[in-house]
């Protein structure tokens, strides 16, 4: 079982849907990050939570530590929100989720 | 502007034939790291730096060095590549650790060893 679970491997939606993407994690950690990666391939940072709940324009991250969970919304979604988001956690040394690859048609 | 350069981004190369890949960072951060990303495996680290002349392994170091005698560089080396080193690799910078604003990605050197 990996360290990092990402769900849905795979989400396809309509544009304007509100889109949730989860993240599970089995060790204890410092610190969570939400990472997108554009179809062009460069990797950019979007969240860093170690409690409770960031926003970030159409964005939100909540994670709860108690349930080892996170996770990524993002309302009123727009063909460019597709990408793949990735779940990391750990601060100096990361584990990565294995991706959510998330299109949206217009 | 505020980034990451990786250098080249794209190498092609023969098994065996010493490699360098460089990483740049023009924020002063402190911290920096190599990750590769695999098909079906994702993002894993290689190595990381918490400061100049302190480096650690990451989960796959196998068959990679890297040193840091300046704040800005942190070049990845293999000393003699094989194919199984086919891979993305990424290079990254924060502010302690990722535990203030996040990591700064470069763009990514596609290499492929044949």
């Known amino acids: 079982k990996n360290e990092v679970e990402q769900s849905p491997q795979n989400l396809t939606a309509q544009e304007g849907e509100f889109i949730t993407i989860n993240c599970s994690y089995s060790v204890g950690i410092s610190a969570l990050h939400w990472l997108q990666q554009h179809p062009g391939g460069g990797i950019v940072s979007l969240f860093m939570l170690s409690s409770g709940k960031k926003k970030h324009g159409r964005l939100i991250a909540t994670i709860n530590i108690q349930e080892k969970h996170s996770s990524l919304h993002i309302t009123a979604s727009h063909p460019r929100d597709s990408a793949v988001y990735i779940c990391a956690v750990g601060a100096q040394k990361l584990v990565f989720g294995q991706g959510t690859r998330l299109t949206i048609n217009p | 502007e505020a980034q990451v350069t990786q250098n080249p981004r794209y190498l092609i190369t023969v098994t065996g034939k010493k490699l360098t890949v460089t990483c740049s960072q023009n924020?002063?951060?402190?911290?920096m790291s190599w990750y590769r990303q695999d098909p079906g495996l994702g993002l894993r680290q290689i190595y990381y730096s918490m400061n100049v002349e302190v480096t650690d392994k990451g989960d796959v170091p196998e068959g990679y060095k890297v040193s840091r005698k300046e704040k800005r560089n942190f070049p990845l080396i293999l000393e003699s590549p094989s194919p199984n080193q086919t891979s993305l690799y990424f290079c990254?910078?924060?502010?302690?650790?990722?535990?203030?604003?996040?990591?700064?990605f470069g763009s990514g050197t596609r290499l492929t060893v044949v």
């Open positions: 924020m002063n951060h402190e911290y």
């Open positions: 990254a910078s924060s502010w302690r650790q990722g535990l203030e604003n996040g990591y700064t």
